[in-house]
């Protein structure tokens, strides 16, 4: 018998766990189940990877199978709300399966596909549906759907949701739900703002608090080479290729700060004959998906991400984590190397430090409390890069390349330290157009120093480390990072 069991979940849903080979709950589970069955409203800090959707979940389904109604048109009677296309996909995904063996339908609507379909699909009503908040509101103004019979509503990452503009969307969807309701609001981070947003959604709620960012951050090995941003592609290249050259590597998330960089990213790696994609907000739907389900299957190995594309990407067997340039808000470097050492495994995350990221650099150490180690660029670099077939492009295409960029950097990172907001853009947020629009300042900046909370850590324990690379570099291998504990 699980210990899910113990915790009063019904028969069906538990048959269904035990078909994805769930044993355990995870910490968030355990805290959060007990209280959802009851109907409490949660608020729940925790980030994606600690198992926070079934913690959502399965009481939820519970409840609904508990309470059998019959579907009402253009309704539903769980409402889950996420921040962009791929979490809202994924968070419907995990919810079909867990809800195979009951008789609940799931729906799932999300921008950037034809409205029309989703429309046809919610005529007679649906039991579950997951959304991002642009296409929700879309579909409310064209009557396809009303908010009245919601009986659970669930806000996922809220604060990503602030970062991309929806709050005035929120307030809107706050409005169109019935008073009387059982509410969950998720955030990977708490600062006041999001705490006042949460304010208009749960009543007296069970507060859970899982994996601060900084433990997650102990479970990978983490390494930093300092060089120069012209050198960076070539090393990129170098690594990846000696990574798959000796079977190290079986998935690899690149993160690069701007949509363009993703792409040149991915025409050089193309070039040396990597085979890896690009996804970030600037792609269509179909690409997205595309990329997504090519590096889900392993058949394109390596994704180039932004930040906002990748958050919440939940594939399993991400060995490699590199960070093209480091992202100036500290946080964010976590959620980046947390697409490893996902579910117990552990992972690797490589850094590459140009002389102006030094600070930035500083900044994720203090934060994660985790010395990163230094690798130094190979003794026959310069030899190697200058062998390296790169992307051919027109002096035309490198000028408008460099002007794009230029424009990007500008607009989405700029010097602002002082919060999480300018990374975000439009960036995954393409819902229906209705994110924060081009040019207006992201809402809910967290001040700096406003240190992610926690208590729970959810290291795993045993797991045996990744090596980076088996050339052989001094400071590389199988030893851990020193955890530098702050007094
Ligand atoms: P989430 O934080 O909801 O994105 O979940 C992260 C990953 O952990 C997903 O791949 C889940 O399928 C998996 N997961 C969630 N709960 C458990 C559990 N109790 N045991 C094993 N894996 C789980």
Request: charged share 25%.
């Amino acid at each position: 018998m699980s210990y899910f069991s113990e915790l009063g979940l019904a028969e069906p849903i538990l048959r269904a766990l035990e078909t994805k080979g769930y044993n355990d709950p995870t910490p968030i589970q355990r805290q959060a189940i007990p209280a959802l069955l009851e109907g409490r409203d949660l608020l729940g800090i925790a980030q994606t990877g600690t198992g926070k959707t079934a913690a959502f979940s399965l009481p939820s389904l519970h409840r609904l199978a508990a309470n059998p109604q019959p579907r009402k048109p253009a309704s539903c009677r769980m409402l889950v709300l996420s921040p962009t296309r791929e979490l809202a996909a994924q968070i419907a995904d995990n919810i079909k399966g867990y809800a195979k063996n009951l008789k609940l339908m799931v729906d799932c609507v999300v921008g950037g596909v034809p409205i029309g379909k989703q429309a046809r699909r919610l005529v007679g009503g649906t039991d579950i549906l997951v959304a991002t908040p642009g296409r929700l509101l879309d579909l409310i103004d064209n009557r396809a759907l009303t908010l009245g019979r919601v009986e659970i509503f669930v806000l996922d990452e809220a604060d990503q949701m602030m970062d991309l503009g929806f709050i005035h969307a929120l307030k809107r969807v706050a409005n169109l739900l019935p008073k009387t309701r059982q509410s969950l609001f998720f955030s990977a981070t708490m600062p006041k703002s999001i705490e006042d947003l949460g304010k208009q959604f749960i009543q007296n709620p069970v507060r859970v608090e899982v994996a601060p960012q900084a433990t997650t951050a102990e479970r990978v090995d983490q390494f930093v080479t300092f060089l120069n941003q012209a050198e960076k592609q070539a090393l990129l290249s170098l690594r990846i290729r000696a990574l798959l050259a000796d079977k190290t590597l079986d998935r690899a998330l690149v993160f690069t700060r701007t949509k363009h960089g993703a792409d040149r990213v991915v025409r050089n790696l193309n070039a040396a004959g990597i085979d890896a994609r690009a996804i970030h907000g600037n792609k269509t739907q179909a690409q997205r998906t595309a990329a997504l389900e090519a590096f889900r299957q392993g058949s394109s190995p390596v994704l180039v991400a932004t930040d906002i594309a990748a958050r919440g990407i939940d594939v399993s067997g991400v060995s490699h984590v590199f960070n093209f340039e480091l992202p100036n808000v500290p946080e964010q470097y976590v959620h980046r190397i947390g697409r490893t050492a996902r579910a117990g495994a552990d992972g690797v995350a490589i850094s590459f430090c140009g002389p102006d990221e030094k600070v930035y650099l500083r900044d994720i150490e203090k934060l994660t409390r985790v010395k990163l180690d230094q690798v130094p660029l190979p003794e026959n670099f310069l030899a190697e890069a200058a062998k390296l077939p790169s992307a051919k492009r027109t002096p035309e295409q490198i000028q408008q390349d460099a002007r794009r960029e230029e424009r990007d950097q500008r607009g989405r990172f700029g010097d602002r330290r002082d919060g999480r907001g300018g990374g975000a853009g439009r960036d995954g947020g393409r819902d229906g157009g209705r994110g924060r629009p081009q040019g207006q300042k992201p809402q809910g900046q967290r001040p700096a120093g406003d240190a992610p909370r926690g208590a729970e850590g959810e290291r795993a324990e045993g797991a045996k480390p990744r090596r980076y690379h088996s050339s052989g570099a001094p400071g590389v291998g199988a030893h851990r990072n020193k955890v530098r504990r702050a007094s």
